[in-house]
């Protein structure tokens, strides 16, 4: 089983944003930088299947800067093989950018299955891996909490609004990972010691022109502060009545 | 002289709410364009496309049959991509859910196009600009579009649907027989719990403050009093395995804006604030009456979560007839 796993370098959650003096970018002063959330489910179940099949490889893609390098260490640590950064200034605002410049890496790859998180907690945009897999013309699957590999077919199951959406398809696939997909491993220190000694490729690259120019970044607007009704049981009726008369919403 | 092109979703044979503010967010942007709105809808046969002009369409494309009554990704894209490349569209917009968040960026692929996920504000100004939450809501991002076309994913419950009559002419098209990679093969509904917590007009979320996760009856019994509400969560409680991860609301769950948001034994971790602060109005009961969460609340009651949760349930259900 070989299989590709698609990173990035994001902010931790517990980062309070500053927009940073272009107006376009948060400032990083102070801000702990981590493997994307949704991520770490993908290089647990790229390692879990790994493991399944007994042989196989598990390489970490990651688009962005330098520091990238600490992201795709992370996954190794883990217990991924091997890393590739495409080495960029920084990571585009385009999804279709950011998918071409992947695509274009693992299509000769030879890989079996292509894992990525769902989206990243940065930008959101909930489309690079679905984009890979158009982009490859293979069967993709993405948000999925649930995954079955065997005789080269996949099953996929991803929560859709009132219920579970069981997907099939053939392999080579592209599948992104939600949360409750499995619990990633913390990296031991006997894999932090290892994933020094591990092969990672640092390969320059020039991005597509793409299709978007971000023109600002903002705070968004601050909720005003509300007011404390009172305390215990007995403020419930001034919250019915403000409810009702004041939000209009009872 | 651009169109917009509005990719609509169905459940069931009927067009769903969402897709009505796509095209009441498509219309908004044909006009600033001069252009016309078209839509593409795609279901099972006999599907009727017949009202949607009502909502601002020009002219609906049907794509139906029994292979496409759900979703299913190859046909789905290849019949809003084939629209989308006979004519002059600007952009193709379609509602953000977790049809459209699977959809969108095949689009978006096979038209070597930008996508903008989950927009919350379009613009046209020299140029198609929107506004979208980053960083789970902690910041705004504004993007301009400067290729020829784009693919939006609108947020649900963002844009108010609004009608505004326009022909709404119907043109049956073929379903696009593409061999498909992968299949939907089955859905299976969730027991109970109909309303999705991103899509419910009410949400009722607890956290750790209710102690033991049977407590969540408290939170489940205050959403039934409402009738219309959904149960949310925070990361916290499904961390620790109490509630399931569709329930959470939050940087690593889901991104909600509903009326009314009750934020229940929460202290209001930032990651959590970024999910729900766009919610209309904002409810918070917590005993610490420093709880960050007071910060963003419009309403606050100080106080033991159990013993102020059984007399404001008696009390919606009583306004509420329910």
Known sequence: ?250 | MANVLAVLEQRDGSVRRVSHEALTAGRALADALGGELHAVLVGPSGISADGLGAWGADKVFVAAGDTVAQYQPAPYAAAAVARAQAGDYAAVLLGATALGKDLGPRIAARLAAPILSDVTAIAHDGGIVVHRPVYAGKAIQQLKVTGKTCVITIRPNNFTPAENAHAGAVETVPVPDEAPRARTVAVKESDGAALDVAEAPIVISGGRGLKEPEHFKLIEDLAAAFGNAAVGASRAVVDAGWRPHAEQVGQTGKTVSPNLYFAIGISGAIQHLAGMRTAKVIVAINKDKDAPIFKVADYGIVGDLFEVMPPLIDAVKNARGN
């Open chain 1, 1 to 250: 089983m070989k299989i590709a796993v698609c990173v990035k370098r994001v902010p931790d959650t517990e980062t309070r944003v500053k927009i940073a003096a272009d107006g376009k970018s948060i400032d990083e002063g102070g801000v702990k930088f981590v493997l994307n959330t949704y991520d770490e489910f993908a290089v647990e179940e790229a390692l879990k299947l790994k493991e399944q099949a007994g042989s196989g490889e598990v390489a970490v893609f990651a688009l962005g800067g330098d520091a990238a390098q600490e992201t795709i260490r992370t996954a190794l640590a883990m217990g991924a093989d091997r890393g590739v950064l495409l080495k960029v200034d920084a990571p585009p605002a385009d999804p279709f950018v950011a998918a071409q410049a992947l695509a274009a890496e693992l299509k000769d790859g030879g890989f079996d299955l292509i894992l990525c998180g769902k989206l990243a907690i940065d930008d959101y945009a909930h489309a690079v891996g679905t984009m890979i897999g158009e982009l490859l013309g293979i069967a993709s699957a993405s948000a999925v909490s649930k995954l079955t590999i065997a005789d080269g077919k996949g099953t996929a199951e991803r929560e859709v609004e009132g219920g579970m959406e069981v997907i099939e398809f053939s392999l080579p696939a592209v599948v992104t990972a939600e949360k409750g997909l499995n619990e990633p491993r913390y990296p031991a220190l006997k894999g932090i010691m290892m994933a020094k000694k591990k092969p990672l490729e640092v390969k320059p690259i020039t991005l597509g022109a793409g299709g978007i120019e971000l023109v600002a970044l903002t705070l968004p607007p601050e909720r005003q502060e509300g007011r404390i009704l009172g305390e215990g049981p007995d403020a419930v009726p001034a919250l019915i009545e403000a409810l009702r008369t004041e939000a209009k919403v009872l």
